[in-house]
């Protein structure tokens, strides 16, 4: 079990507006950097969210990150379907000293 | 445009070993830190090993710690990760990564099975 926790699923129907948590400890969310990936089965992960809250040239600005505390969360709005993947928070451990993904979050478009 | 290709993959019994390659283009390699990560069948990513950009610091996952060593060729633009040891849990398709997993390649699949 990763240090990181994230819900195991999400859904929402198109347009709407979801988020998705990200939740850890002083050693890892509350005091690291976090950063948000998008995965499609078949493909390469792809960097949507880095330091927090700032977004990759060529991300849609639908995509949206923030931290409070312990927790971090990615907002998706205006949902569509092909946003229909995994999505997974990562961040660095000082307990572990190593980097950590979140157990990821099957997104899904009903 | 960064472009990261994993090689080595293979089907192996437990308890061999393994060297995957990853070979990158399209940037300079020798400016980014590098990462290997893993997603085993129906599982998330698990992040294993991290190498700086001249070839420190290492940092290791502990699930692999002491069998998984990472290393790097500047000159030849080239990431690797030697696999000892190797478990049935370590079958996975691993990806190398750069930067905070900024760009990734498209992974090579590891089997160990008997």
């Known amino acids: 079990q990763s240090v990181v926790t994230q819900p195991p699923s999400a859904s929402g129907t198109p347009g709407q507006r979801v988020t998705i948590s990200c939740s850890g400890s002083?050693?890892?969310?509350?005091?690291?950097?976090v950063y948000w990936y998008q995965h499609l089965p078949g493909t390469a992960p792809k960097l949507l969210i880095y330091?927090?809250?700032q977004r990759p040239s060529g991300v849609p600005n639908r995509f949206s990150g923030s931290k409070s505390g312990t927790s971090a969360s990615l907002a998706i709005s205006g949902l569509r379907s092909e946003d229909e993947a995994d999505y997974y928070c990562a961040t660095w451990d000082d307990s572990l000293s190593g980097r950590v993904f979140g157990g990821g979050t099957k997104l899904t478009v009903l | 445009e960064f472009r990261l290709v994993e090689s080595g993959g293979n089907l192996v019994a437990p308890g061999g070993s393994l060297r995957l390659s990853c070979a990158a283009s399209g940037f300079i390699f020798r400016n980014y830190e590098m990462n290997w990560v893993r997603q085993a069948p129906g599982k998330g990513l698990e992040w294993i090993s991290y190498?700086?950009?001249?070839?420190?610091?290492?940092y290791d996952a502990d699930s692999v710690r002491g069998r998984f060593t990472i290393s790097r060729d500047n000159a030849r633009n080239s990431l690797y990760l030697q696999m000892n040891n190797l478990r049935v849990e370590d079958t996975a398709v691993y990806y190398c990564?750069?930067?905070?997993?900024?760009?990734w390649g498209q992974g090579t699949l590891v089997t160990v099975s008997s």
């Open positions: 990564a750069g930067g905070w997993f900024d760009f």
């Open positions: 002083r050693s890892n969310v509350g005091t690291k950097d």
């Open positions: 190498i700086g950009r001249g070839g420190s610091p290492i």
């Open positions: 330091k927090n809250d």
